[in-house]
């Protein structure tokens, strides 16, 4: 039976001028069919903008269609006397953890949903035990949300809507805010739920692994449903993904290439043991047993012929000292950073990477230990912090909450005038700068707060590039951008490496991003520096980094039987 | 810096003061702080701070977690101080000096004034660390709720303030984000003069307010998705209901007034002298 069914589903939005008179109107929905059985777990996939949130809303009621007709669990969602009854039949949850709890302790905000629904206090009690014990957060139920980890409130938000008892559960990007750990969580969670609670699972989101356990996949696309089927049939379409802003996993790319190289392994492979075993079925023999050639590049980083640009030794420091909540950030950490180069910094969530790039440009003083910049240590009287905030950019997660002139060129001068460069100058350098992130003349004069997501966040690169400096700080430059909105902040970033030699230092949860582009590597582990060396040389022990919960890029894992560290599907389309 | 301020932050722990109904806590408070401006002598101060002990050590949140919310507030304890001291005048003056005078009795009252506030703050800041805000909320709801037949929104405006206390650790660490990032792009917030320093808060004003619209948007339709639509025929998961522990805490803020008052009649009346002239 179907639970949910769309019928030529269309959303229409319309930008109006300052008389209220619409001068364009645009469907974010356009003719939408899609057909949900009962008890499936469907993934909708689609770059940001493609229609696949406004969708989301409209299961929920949240919305009504322009035309066509939608279908929750046999009820319009046009027939407003049902529509807490659809409410509660189709459980949202969205994309912010913060932004969806409303209590102040987990078992309460659980205890939300039901509490609207008006059931009696004993069975409230019942569900939120239930709930909770289903999502595995029953432990933490007196806690305050503000003290669990992005993963944890997701499942306390997924637990809020499982007390509605609801047949369905629509999950809009639930884990883009997430570290790779609270992904796996929440994605384990919605799958439980699936299998042992019997609820259909709509799972909207832009990462490709998350999806290929699905029983079925749509892929949207200016506000039509493009592609659908399972999720081999859909990801056989490598080309086509790629083009519409999205991506494929590793291994299913390395076998769309190999098909292209002559090497047959068949339709579409989505994980590895598969790939092994197609593998063997079209070459006669395993992936262990390749030749040695091609010879893969060794490191680079050769560091003798570099100039130091900043040193940090022996930092060490605490938050909250004295209190029950007293954590060490940082111990003993020491790292040195050569000018032009590519850094990787790894870690997860509190592993004292954040607190580290706060250190290295004076906005957190360590208890202990030095920083030199050229050798001048920044921790004396005379030395001037603003001049080291010149020279050390550092841009914060999510830098488009940061925006805040009225036009995009105006939001980059800030930082030069802050500098007391002449208008000349600081003209100047905003159109560098902009012209360095993709921006052009166009973007001048827009309001920064009607860019999109990408556009948003290069302007507030920009923002910092522009003062010029030596060293380029990014932390998690990518979080929450869809595929193609990460390859071109990434690859920008590897340009600006190029011309203007500077060193950019990108902190980032994704082992594939920085296998890509970064030359050297560090890895932070419960507030101590774990490896620091060549890309390479540091996933060749992805034994031990799985064992504090992070892992080398997929294609590693894929080659590792041939006692080679491969990093990239490049490296790895070459070696097979 | 920032994330210093502890003032109105739950403290999870097991004790009486938790289980305590909101309502007997609010009411405890309130009934403290009038206590603080009635005791006018100094037994009455040395009953206010017993029993301000008592509850501190009762509720089980660490001393040191206390005061670091008044440390916060030093600055605006030191400035009254000093402005009651460089003005009040007194008969017992010490020095004199273009418009300040300096005097015995100036000093008294600082010392008074101080130590009153300091009392109101970790009397009130013992109620918010022990009760979750739902439950200040709901304990508000239901002691204003004969309002409702006058149709005051007691059910919205409870649900309002739950859901700013829910919001605040997130501003606040969201300030201290901007804050830094704008410092990383060279701006200044500390020095130049007060303009100056007003049109420094621009750049983080305009962006805190633009996040805090999204944010209410967001939950606003989190909220509809769960189904809210006000407080009618909407159930309770945690009712209040008074408890025999409630019963006795009301005995013993009862007792408390009683001793307060009688503290104050046998400074004030009985022996004639208030502390103050005690000392000069």
Known sequence: MSIIKSVNLVHKFSVTDDNDNIIEENSALDGVNIDVAEGQFIAILGHNGSGKSTFARHINALLTPDEGTLYVAGMDTKDESKLWEIRQNAGMVFQNPDNQIIATMVEEDVGFGPENLGVPTKEIWERVDKALSAVGMTEYRHHSPTKLSGGQKQRVAIAGVVAMRPKCIILDEPTAMLDPNGRKEVIKTVHELNKQEKVTVILITHYMNEVIDADKVFVMDKGKVVMEGTPSEVFAHVEELKSLGLDVPQVTEIAYRLNEKGISMGQCVLDIDEFKRKYKNATGHDIKNIGDEPDLNEDKTNKADRKLVLEAKNLKYVYEEGTANEKGALDDVSLDIYEGEFLGIIGHTGSGKSTLIQHLNGLMKADSGEIYFNGENIYDKEFSLPFLRKHVGLVFQYPEHQLFESTVFEDVCFGPKNLGLSKEETTEAAKKALAQVGLNEKYYEKSPFELSGGEKRRVAIAGVLAMNPEVLILDEPTAGLDPKGRDDILNQLKILQKERNIAIVLVSHSMEDVARFADRLVVMNGGKKLYDGGCREVFSHYMELEKIGLAAPQVTYLMADTGKTVMTVEEAVELL | ?280
């Open chain 2, 1 to 280: 810096m920032i994330r210093d301020i502890t003032i109105g932050q739950y403290y999870q722990a097991d004790s009486v003061v938790h289980r305590l109904d909101p309502r007997v806590k609010l009411m405890a408070t309130l009934v403290y702080i009038i206590s603080l401006f009635v005791a006018d002598s100094i037994l009455g101060y040395a009953i206010a701070t017993v029993f301000l002990i008592v509850s501190v050590k009762l509720s089980k949140v660490p001393v040191s977690y206390v005061l670091r919310g008044l440390k916060s507030l030093i600055f605006i304890l030191v400035f009254s101080a000093s402005f009651i001291v460089l003005f009040s005048k007194g008969d017992n003056m010490l020095a004199k000096f273009w418009i300040f005078t300096i005097s015995v009795e100036g000093i008294f009252n600082a010392i008074e004034m101080v130590f009153r506030l300091m009392l109101l703050l970790v009397g009130s800041s013992i109620m918010t660390f022990t009760t979750t805000p739902t439950d200040i909320a709901d304990g508000l709801e239901k002691a204003f709720g004969p309002l409702k037949k006058i149709k005051v929104p007691v059910h919205e405006m409870s649900m309002m303030i739950s859901i700013a206390f829910r919001f605040i650790p997130i501003l606040i660490e969201e300030t201290d984000k901007i804050m830094k990032a704008q410092i990383a792009r060279g701006a200044d917030f500390e020095t130049g003069g007060i303009i100056k320093k007003a049109k420094g808060l621009i750049p983080l004003l305009v962006p805190l307010i633009i996040s805090s619209i999204k944010r209410a948007l967001d939950l606003a339709t989190a909220m509809e998705a769960r189904c809210y639509r006000g407080g009618e025929g909407r159930t309770k998961m945690k009712p209040l209901t008074y408890k025999e522990i409630d019963h006795n805490a009301y005995m013993i803020l009862i007792f408390y007034v009683v001793i307060i008052i009688g503290s104050n009649m046998l400074m004030n009346d009985v022996l004639g002298f208030s502390v103050m002239k005690f000392f000069v």
